[in-house]
């Protein structure tokens, strides 16, 4: 007995060594590769910086003169802001719009590429990394190339900001919707094909009565994303507010009281749809009474 157990201990002794081994040898391959990130983010730096038009540091200083410039302008001309508020609005509006309308879309792709790339769920299992390789493209491509592209196709308007934002959509909460599905409870779909139900009875009887909170959770954070991404993409053209901002900075001193409004508006509707979304995740989290 004896014998057997100092043979444990020396046993414990040889694994708590190749553990200490193991965490060293990590802990010097973590500290080689934040030299080569600090490495190339300090030379990634210094070539935008040479090929810039001005150095960063020397145009440093300088770096509050826009907003300045706004605000006082702004301030001096405080009695046109509400004047503003509504001329702008309708833009508001449809930016709300553009990011609502390609949120549902985007969202409805994603419920169907999820499906089709989950284990176990899949209608086709050999296709699988198929469908997986599709939303990792529709998330690697910026929605602004995609909406740069379709602005060439299409013309300008809401349309190619509505198609980029939902493609990006699909492949971002195609990538959260299966792994929520992956956590499903594989009994009710047995159920079904038990009795003989198709697979689009199975996912929508079976399976999405039991994600459908975590579904709408993720699909409410990304309609907060969409509403920026969709005033973002309206400086190349793609409507919204983002297109009236880019003209109001554009034609510079006179209008930026303007910029002013619109930034106001903007940020105003982001803090609202923030604290609404919020809300509602917050009582789809921990039930109806959570409000």
């Given at each position: 007995?004896?014998?057997l157990?100092?043979?444990?201990?020396?046993?414990?002794?040889?694994?708590?060594?190749?553990?200490?081994?193991?965490v060293?040898r990590?802990?010097t391959?973590s500290?080689?590769?934040?030299?080569?990130?600090v490495?190339?983010?300090?030379s990634g730096?210094?070539?935008?910086n040479?090929?810039?038009?001005?150095?960063?540091?020397d145009?440093?200083?300088?770096i509050?003169?826009?907003?300045?410039?706004?605000v006082s302008?702004?301030?001096?001309?405080a009695?046109?802001?509400?004047?503003?508020?509504?001329?702008?609005?309708?833009?508001?509006?449809?930016?709300?719009?553009?990011?609502?309308?390609?949120?549902?879309?985007?969202?409805?792709?994603?419920?169907?590429?999820a499906?089709l790339?989950?284990?176990?769920?899949?209608r086709?299992p050999?296709?699988?990394?198929l469908?997986?390789?599709i939303m990792?493209?529709?998330?690697?491509?910026?929605?602004?190339?995609?909406?740069?592209?379709?602005?060439f196709?299409?013309?300008?308007?809401p349309?190619?900001?509505?198609?980029?934002?939902?493609?990006h959509?699909?492949?971002?909460l195609?990538?959260?919707?299966?792994?929520?599905?992956e956590?499903?409870?594989?009994?009710p779909?047995e159920?079904?094909?038990s009795?003989?139900?198709?697979?689009?009875?199975?996912?929508y009887?079976g399976?999405?009565?039991?994600?459908?909170?975590n579904?709408?959770?993720?699909?409410?954070?990304?309609?907060?994303?969409?509403?920026?991404?969709?005033?973002?993409?309206?400086?190349?053209?793609?409507?919204?507010?983002?297109?009236?901002?880019?003209?109001a900075?554009?034609?510079?001193q006179?209008?930026?009281a303007?910029?002013?409004?619109?930034?106001i508006?903007?940020?105003?509707?982001i803090?609202?749809?923030?604290q609404?979304?919020?809300?509602a995740r917050?009582r789809?989290?921990?039930?109806?009474?959570?409000?």
């Open positions: 007995m004896a014998d157990t100092a043979r444990d201990i020396d046993r414990a002794g040889d694994s708590r060594s190749a553990y200490l081994a193991l060293r990590r802990q391959y500290f080689l590769l934040l030299i080569v990130f490495a190339l983010m300090v730096f210094r070539i935008a040479d090929r810039n038009a001005g150095g960063f540091v145009g440093l200083p300088q509050l003169d826009f907003p300045a410039d706004v302008e702004a301030w001096r001309n009695a046109e802001l509400p004047g503003h508020f509504l001329a702008f609005l309708p833009a508001l509006i449809e930016t709300v719009n553009i990011a609502a309308v390609a949120t549902l879309v985007g969202a409805i792709a994603a419920i169907v590429l499906l790339s989950t284990r176990g769920l899949a086709w050999r296709a699988i990394p469908f997986r390789r990792d493209i529709m998330r690697a491509i910026p929605d602004i190339v995609i909406a740069l592209i379709l602005i196709l299409m013309g300008v308007g349309m190619p900001a509505v198609i980029a934002i939902a493609i959509t699909a492949g971002a195609g990538k959260l919707f299966s792994e929520v599905a956590n499903a409870d594989l009994k779909v159920g079904l094909q009795v003989g139900a198709r697979w689009l009875q199975q996912m009887l399976v999405l009565p039991q994600i459908a909170p579904l709408l959770s993720y699909a409410l954070l990304r309609f907060e994303i969409n509403i920026r991404a969709s005033a973002i993409l309206g400086f190349v053209g793609a409507g919204g507010i983002g297109y009236e901002l880019k003209n900075i554009t034609w510079g006179g209008q930026f303007e910029s002013a409004a619109i930034f508006l903007l940020f105003a509707t803090v609202f749809f923030d609404l979304s919020s809300a917050h789809l989290a921990h039930g109806k009474g959570a409000l």
